[in-house]
């Protein structure tokens, strides 16, 4: 196997990895041409599923992902990269990472970790 089987699903999940912190900042999709881009780039290409369309992160807020590493899976249907995440955050909402938001096991009560980065509504207007 030389890469993800794409035979499986035209989509396949890709978490993106800091690949100096190790935090886990976001999980994705790629089709086959988004992972070719990727890999041609060396610049992270998602499949964005609710524009269905091409997404290369950071093509609005200038937050792009250089790609450092990439992994696949024992099936050979998920991916892992690890990033150089520009701009210090991953996430439309602002924060380095997507998964800012900790449930807490005993209570179910919600928290946020960690500060924004930027303010979505100056990157992207008010929707």
Request: hydrophobic letters at 30%; aromatic letters at 10%; a negative charge.
């Amino acid at each position: 196997m030389n890469g993800p089987d794409f035979t499986k699903s035209e989509l396949i999940p890709v978490i993106a990895q800091d690949d100096v912190t190790g935090d886990v900042l976001m999980l994705a999709y790629m089709n086959e041409e988004a992972y070719r881009e990727t890999l041609q780039t060396q610049r992270i290409c998602y499949y964005s599923r609710s524009r269905r369309r091409l997404w290369r992160k950071g093509e609005e807020s200038g937050n792009v992902q250089e790609l450092k590493a990439i992994y696949f899976d024992c099936d050979a249907d998920t991916l892992l990269v690890k990033v150089n995440q520009i701009g210090g955050a991953a996430c439309h909402e602002g924060y380095k990472s997507c998964f800012f938001r900790r449930i807490d096991p005993s209570t179910g009560d919600v928290s946020v970790e960690g500060d924004r980065v930027f303010d979505p509504d100056a990157v992207y207007g008010k929707k």
